[in-house]
């Protein structure tokens, strides 16, 4: 079975820092390309960070230099380093896949920053 685990979320105070972590697991499942989504209560899912092609990375606007996303492909695991962190990244952070045209979603890893 194929999936995508995250875990590395919890409850920081503000400007503190979080490791988020994606595996994904399964036979024949390394994808090349993992990707980062957040969704706050009440709103939509939106792309935090991203692999671009020949590696290179892109970020959402409200990242302003404070996330790294970051991959072991031994491990087959994307990493988001998050410092600087506000209350308004508040959210569960999803890690997301595509594989031969599928789309693979983790189960979603809570992050809450408080003020």
């Known amino acids: 079975q194929r999936q995508l685990v995250e875990s590395g979320g919890g409850l920081v105070q503000a400007g503190g820092s979080l490791r988020l972590s994606c595996t994904a697991s399964g036979t024949t499942f390394s994808p090349r390309v993992m990707d980062w989504y957040r969704q706050a209560p009440g709103k939509q899912r939106e792309l935090v960070a991203a692999f671009g092609s020949g590696g290179s990375t892109n970020y959402a606007d409200f990242v302003n230099g404070r996330f790294t996303i970051s991959r072991d492909n031994a491990k087959n695991t994307v990493y988001l380093q998050m410092n600087s962190l506000k209350p308004e990244d508040t959210a569960v952070y999803y890690c997301?896949?595509?594989?031969?045209?599928?789309?693979?979603w983790g189960q979603g890893t809570q992050v809450t920053v408080s003020s």
């Open positions: 997301h896949t595509v594989v031969w045209g599928l789309s693979y």
